[in-house]
DNA sequence: TCTTGACCTCGAGCCGACTCGAAGTGGCAC
DNA sequence: GTGCCACTTCGAGTCGGCTCGAGGTCAAGA
């Protein structure tokens, strides 16, 4: 039994007007049509359960469509993982460094003794150095 | 000495029209004009150090402009970054609780081993758990 | 006087990922 | 046949933080 989109939605927690763009902009293939309305298979749900793991994992959509282009031309997922991968984990990496940054600057933030907007300038010249 | 515009861009490394933007929304305030030019006073500079400071702590424009706000009341930095802070903390300690679950997922994926999306997915609902 | 260069304003565009609203259609129940 | 609901399309708006371009102005130097 083929879902309408408002069943996909329901069982996916996205809205519809999500799934519809998702569709525009090539990351799920447009179903068929009944009377002009979407009638997807319930494969999708599958299909959407991936994009939302990708997402989860740091991925845009232009990347996660990439990737399920592949796997839709017939490449197994592991090998189409593997280059994405390698590429996000620097940028991954890069943000829990920064956060940390962030966390311990907070830190100093809050012990400021500063008196004045120059005080704290200069504590940020001196302990600021990226 | 006043500063021209290019001048306060060159030594801060922002751009001048960057610049015309944090005054048009209100982080800096509009500087005396010369011959409908921007003069800035030197202090300018540190003000901008302190914006920098704090965006590099994960601070919007709109927070720093704030903190700002209550600096130019004549309330003390101290007092003025400590509500910040308190609510900025547990934001950029989900962050980072996101971007080390985000590298977790990372290895995952790097080691999956299924054979299709549908494999991947089931793989997705036990392992998530957000 | 003419040119150059630094500056000015204003509006629009950009990025990603939606989200909303208006106006129209399909099909089912009563 | 009419009321209703779920669906359709398309275009525009949202968020934050710039960034760019067109066209205009000002002062200094050759």
Redesign the interface.
Known sequence: MDLAIGEVAARTGHSQSTLRYWESVGLLPAPERVGGKRRYRP?V???I??I???R???FSLAEVRDL?DG?DAGA???SQ??PL??R??PE??A??AR?????H??GE??R??????????????AG?S?
């Open positions: 494969s749900v599958d299909r359960a991936v939302d793991l990708a989860h994992a740091g399920l796997v197994d997922p592991q993982w593997a991968v390698a996000k984990r991954v990496e943000l829990i956060a940390h940054a962030m966390h600057l907070l933030l809050e400021c003794a500063c008196d004045s907007l120059a005080a704290c300038a200069a504590e940020a010249r600021l990226d």
